[in-house]
């Protein structure tokens, strides 16, 4: 047998490596004047996106990294289809739909109202509409009896940054109740002196960015009740229940009685891509009844021959992570949701006790179900006698790929500095222990070799939101 080369062979069978593009640094600020094999810009930006690190390790994230393969798939499902085109898009619509009623039962609106809402682009969108809709109701009342409505304020305890932007783009007074020593949240006792006739609303946040412990939303709608009976001052209340609008229903005693059952409570809003367990770009905002949604802030749109009316910020995006939220009540159901945030609690919790026995660290929330999420911060014991200082601590648990962010309360107690954990699925007990143990090596090493000069805020402090 004589065997002759064949043609064609060379270039096009070069490997990724091999090619002339791989030999090259990716263009940043201009678009390269000619095309390039797919294969190749593939990889090299995957390579790139390696530097993000391990997501899961990302301990101090609020959003979910964790995704099974069905939810993979009906996002892939999904990527041609945007939810805001109702009439194309009709049974995407329909789900959406389901997903809110669904809400409005899990939130306990009551039988006798009209519970309205919208899925939104995530829980600072859901924000803005929720603070909309309470400015738009306070200046309908200020002007049905003459009064003005050119200084609004909005009184909250320290929130999370959505919240000061909303105040920002809308030109309303923000007033934040700061912390003190002791008091790590707002209480009623403490909220009153800043309320007055031009505020529009409170916000109370269940499962705050800083600790992650509930604000007393009961106790907090009683003093407001005090306040209109002696003062006629009618204020609603705003929940922010970013991640624990997902997490209390299951999870919390019914005598915590923080959603709708509060008649003030008007509305309250959620991500669905934190413990509502879909992907990245979810969030609800449901109101109490169709009154408490000012008219003026509507559009209408065509859907189905027919006329819906729409509220929102964003525009065009995905419907996958709204069809993966209906997937998820569907699947999980109560019970599996109870299952798994409860799983996360018993992490949180087995986690506060190693890591206040490994060093001169005191808890300040400990991941208890009645008090907030999965989710435990701890600080310095007051005097410890360490090199090292909260940022160095970050600092070095980064060397392993974990992500524990360092960061100062805010005003009131901005001298006392932080760490903070969210136990989300996908954290168990086995890599919890994983943890511990480059936790219990960072404090040995900060015993045998010191610090030369510890690190600020601003040089290892990291995103906390």
């Not at 099974?68 to 041609?80: P, T």
């Not at 995006?317 to 993966?324: D, E, F, K, S």
């Not at 991941?367 to 410890?384: M, R």
Request: with cysteine; hydrophobic share 35%; proline share 6%.
């Amino acid at each position: 047998m004589i065997h002759q080369r064949g043609r064609g062979r060379g270039r096009s069978e070069e490997t990724i490596f091999g090619s002339p593009e791989s030999e090259l640094t990716l263009p940043k600020y201009r678009v390269p004047r000619y095309e390039s094999k797919s294969e190749v810009i593939l990889e090299l930006i995957r390579d790139e996106l390696f530097l993000d690190g391990n997501a899961r390790q990302n301990l101090a994230t609020f959003c979910q990294t964790y995704a099974d393969d069905e939810v993979r798939q009906l996002m892939d499902l999904c990527i041609d289809k945007n939810i805001i085109d109702k009439d194309e898009y009709p049974q995407s619509t329909e789900i959406e739909s389901r997903c809110i009623h669904m809400l409005a039962n899990l939130w306990n609106a009551p039988e006798s109202c009209h519970p309205v809402g919208t899925s939104t682009v995530g829980s600072s969108e859901a924000c803005m509409l929720g603070g909309l809709a309470m400015y738009f109701r306070w200046k309908q009342a200020r002007k049905q009896v003459g009064k003005p409505t050119d200084r609004p304020n909005l009184v909250s305890g320290p929130v999370q940054v959505c919240w000061e932007k909303f105040a920002r783009y809308w030109d309303i007074e923000l007033r934040q109740v700061p912390m003190e020593p002791g008091r790590l949240a707002i209480t009623p006792e403490a909220m009153l002196p800043y309320l007055d006739e031009n505020t529009i609303g409170v916000v109370t946040t269940l499962g705050l960015t800083f600790t992650g412990a509930y604000e007393p939303v009961e106790a907090i709608c009683q003093a407001l009740d005090q306040v209109q009976q002696e003062k006629e001052w009618d204020l609603s209340v705003h929940v922010d229940g970013a991640s624990g609008g997902f997490v209390a229903p299951f999870c919390a005693p019914p005598k915590l009685q923080w959603d709708f059952r509060n008649p003030r409570v008007k509305s309250i809003s959620a991500s669905g891509h934190k413990f509502g367990l879909s992907p990245l770009g979810c969030g609800f905002v449901l109101w109490r009844d169709r009154e408490d949604l000012p008219e003026q802030l509507m559009f209408h749109v065509n859907y189905l021959g027919g006329d819906m009316a729409v509220f929102q910020l964003n525009f065009s995006r995905p419907a996958g992570p709204v069809i993966c939220q209906y997937y998820q009540l569907l699947r999980l159901g109560f019970a599996g949701y109870r299952k798994i945030h409860m799983n996360c609690y018993k992490t949180a919790q087995y986690l506060a006790r190693e890591i206040e026995a490994a060093g001169p660290f005191r808890l300040l929330y400990r991941g208890d179900p009645v008090e907030g999420i999965p989710a435990l911060t701890w600080t310095l014991e007051e005097g410890a006698d360490v090199p090292f200082n909260l940022y160095d601590f970050a600092d070095r648990l980064r060397n392993r790929g974990w992500q524990v962010p360092a960061y100062a309360l805010p005003p009131g107690a901005e001298g006392t500095v932080v760490q903070r954990i969210l136990v989300r699925q996908g954290f168990g007990l086995n890599m919890a222990r994983l943890f511990l143990e480059d936790f219990r090596r960072t404090v040995d090493y900060f015993a045998r070799h010191g610090v030369g000069s510890n690190l600020t805020q601003q040089e290892a402090g990291g995103f906390h939101h």
